[in-house]
T-cell receptor
Framework: KQEVTQIPAALSVPEGENLVLNCSFT??????LQWFRQDPGKGLTSLLL?????REQTSGRLNASLDKSSGRSTLYIAASQPGDSATYLC?????????????FGRGTQLTVWP | SAVISQKPSRDICQRGTSLTIQCQVD?????MFWYRQQPGQSLTLIAT?????????ESGFVIDKFPISRPNLTFSTLTVSNMSPEDSSIYLC???????????????????FGPGTRLLVL
């Protein structure tokens, strides 16, 4: 069974700092890994998706890396802003899963203060 | 992409009652999913709902407790039956517009989530 762990559980930083959020998973046989952002009352928004054959993906101030062999991914947020405050979730899709099941971590709750 | 709406957005219910949550998508999709997020926990898949067939439930979830309907390709409902305080959670539906049901995935498949229904059972 796939298990996804995210560290830290919560993070509070001043504006402008560069951040690293960590995600680890136990089964390396994955199709892809996604980072989502969860805002209260707004559901989940996909930030970055990394295919198993890729090492990293970038979107604006966000960079996500994937080391499939070690079962790890990191989400790097550059020059953090108060608008980045949200819960960040990591999710993996296992190989052999045709039903679309995603395995989620518990998330990192990020607060960026001015 | 897909735009998903859920009703209700939140509710407070008494134990022993049932609540039906609606999920509406702005495009036709083959597969819809229902997740539960208990306080402080990760999202857990309850079931997969295909149009025209019975929903497929994950281990630990049963149809009598969480009956699901999927009458067409843009709509689904999840009922939380005979509720107890342990059912207090956020319930989210999601869809996967591309490639659903294929044996070989491209690796780019992603899911789109609704805003969730926040349920409190007293």
């Amino acid at each position: 069974k796939q298990e996804v762990t995210q560290i830290p559980a919560a993070l509070s930083v001043p504006e402008g700092e560069n951040l690293v959020l960590n995600c680890s998973f136990t089964d390396s046989a994955i199709y892809n890994l996604q980072w989502f952002r969860q805002d209260p009352g707004k559901g989940l928004t996909s930030l970055l998706l990394i295919q198993s054959s890729q090492r990293e993906q970038t979107s604006g101030r966000l960079n996500a890396s994937l080391d499939k062999s070690s079962g790890r991914s990191t989400l790097y947020i550059a020059a953090s802003q108060p608008g980045d405050s949200a819960t960040y979730l990591c999710a993996v899709r296992n190989r052999g899963s045709t039903l679309g099941r995603l395995y989620f971590g518990r998330g990192t709750q990020l607060t960026v203060w001015p | 992409s897909a735009v998903i709406s859920q009703k209700p957005s939140r509710d407070i219910c008494q134990r022993g009652t049932s609540l039906t949550i609606q999920c509406q998508v702005d495009s036709q999709v083959t597969m819809m999913f229902w997740y539960r997020q208990q306080p402080g926990q990760s999202l857990t898949l309850i079931a997969t709902a295909n149009q025209g067939s019975e929903a497929t439930y994950e281990s630990g979830f049963v149809i009598d407790k969480f009956p699901i309907s999927r009458p067409n390709l843009t709509f689904s409902t999840l009922t939380v039956s005979n509720m107890s305080p342990e059912d207090s959670s956020i319930y989210l539906c999601s869809v996967e517009p591309a490639g659903t049901g294929r044996i070989i995935l491209s690796g780019q498949e992603t899911q789109y989530f609704g805003p969730g229904t926040r349920l409190l059972v007293l």
